[in-house]
T-cell receptor, first 121, second 114 residues
Framework: GAVVSQHPSWVICKSGTSVKIECRSL??????MFWYRQFPKQSLMLMAT?????????EQGVEKDKFLINHASLTLSTLTVTSAHPEDSSFYIC?????????????????FGEGSRLTVL | GENVEQHPSTLSVQEGDSAVIKCTYS??????FPWYKQELGKRPQLIID?????GEKKDQRIAVTLNKTAKHFSLHITETQPEDSAVYFC?????????????FGTGTRLTIIP
């Protein structure tokens, strides 16, 4: 089964509203999680690194006030898209590594969530 | 920062033939090079990875080669099957000091022709 779970898988919202996406590591603890955005037929672009108990580290060009990240526990990180606009419509994917080695998979594999497809009308 | 380039962007291969996808990276500090397969609307799945202390790694029909001097690495799929059709992404990262940030290539859409 999945080791990193995202919720919701699909969300449609009106322009100007806020949307929260959750990313959970199911059977391991993740002090660090990563949030990516993927536009149709494009690659995954790292948005930010989510650090448990501290502020997220944002990539250049990503607005921290628009994409709020909270990593309050070792198994949960949330991404809130505030005041969403149609251009924010995208596939948002989180990932985490099992640093404790419980499920190291292939060479300490980075596990991805199922992704959340956001459509802003 | 790291920049990863990937070629080709699309690749069509007859079933049973081999497919090769190539990537180059810019940061000599990168030491971890995974390859992901992504089907439409789904999460990326790791298919193989290689670290900088080896030059080649193979897992059944899939192999990856790494040339650190030239800063390029390649994915080789032999005896291709229709289920190999997907988008493939290479990536690079420097895993030292707990830095696991992956930089992805632009992707290759592989189509296996039955």
């Amino acid at each position: 089964g999945a080791v990193v779970s995202q919720h919701p898988s699909w969300v449609i919202c009106k322009s100007g509203t806020s949307v929260k996406i959750e990313c959970r590591s199911l059977d391991f603890q993740a002090t660090t999680m990563f949030w990516y955005r993927q536009f149709p037929k494009q690659s995954l672009m790292l948005m930010a690194t989510s650090n448990e108990g501290s502020k997220a580290t944002y990539e250049q060009g990503v607005e921290k006030d628009k994409f709020l990240i909270n990593h309050a526990s070792l198994t949960l990180s949330t991404l809130t898209v505030t005041s969403a606009h149609p251009e924010d419509s995208s596939f948002y994917i989180c990932s985490a590594r099992d640093q404790g080695g419980v499920r190291t998979g292939l060479s300490g594999e980075l596990f991805f969530g199922e992704g959340s497809r956001l459509t802003v009308l | 920062g790291e920049n990863v380039e990937q070629h080709p962007s699309t690749l069509s291969v007859q079933e049973g033939d081999s497919a090769v996808i190539k990537c180059t990276y810019s940061d000599s500090a990168s030491n971890y090079f995974p390859w992901y397969k992504q089907e439409l609307g789904k999460r990326p799945q790791l298919i193989i990875d290689i670290r900088s202390n080896v030059g080649e790694k193979k897992d059944q029909r899939i192999a990856v080669t790494l040339n650190k001097t030239a800063k390029h690495f390649s994915l080789h799929i032999t005896e291709t099957q229709p289920e190999d059709s997907a988008v493939y992404f290479c990536a690079a990262a420097d895993l030292n000091f707990g830095n696991e940030k992956l930089t992805f290539g632009t992707g290759t859409r592989l189509t296996i022709i039955p």
